[in-house]
Nanobody, 117 residues
Framework: QVRLVESGGGLVQPGGSLTLSCARSGIIFGIQDMGWYRQAPGKERELVAAITTGGNTNYADNVKGRFTISRDNAKNTVYLQMNSLKPEDTAVYYC???????????WGQGTQVTVSS
């Protein structure tokens, strides 16, 4: 069975940096897009960043210039490097994989990121 496991979350001071990783176990055939979403208490889940197999990326406006998404297809892993963190970045961050051939989504359980002094 396919499973996504996020790691790297934690407590960081404003202006600090944190790197999240999401490792996929199990087999997903074909081409997959990968991305990071986040959800703060009382708010809807929102897209943070996404990356295609070919390396094309897109970011939410409020993280552009601060966050970088990357992937290592050989390791079935997607990363999110977060710099210049702000308190408003505090949320649970979720990894998502989309299998294009089936439009099937896979989600991780989330990792907590807290930005506070």
């Amino acid at each position: 069975q396919v499973r996504l496991v996020e790691s790297g979350g934690g407590l960081v001071q404003p202006g600090g940096s944190l790197t999240l990783s999401c490792a996929r176990s199990g087999i997903i055939f074909g081409i997959q897009d990968m991305g990071w979403y986040r959800q703060a208490p009382g708010k809807e889940r929102e897209l943070v960043a996404a990356i295609t197999t070919g390396g094309n990326t897109n970011y939410a406006d409020n993280v552009k210039g601060r966050f970088t998404i990357s992937r290592d297809n050989a390791k079935n892993t997607v990363y999110l490097q977060m710099n210049s963190l702000k308190p408003e970045d505090t949320a649970v961050y979720y990894c998502r994989v989309l299998q294009l051939r089936s439009n099937r989504e896979y989600w991780g359980q989330g990792t907590q990121v807290t930005v506070s002094s």
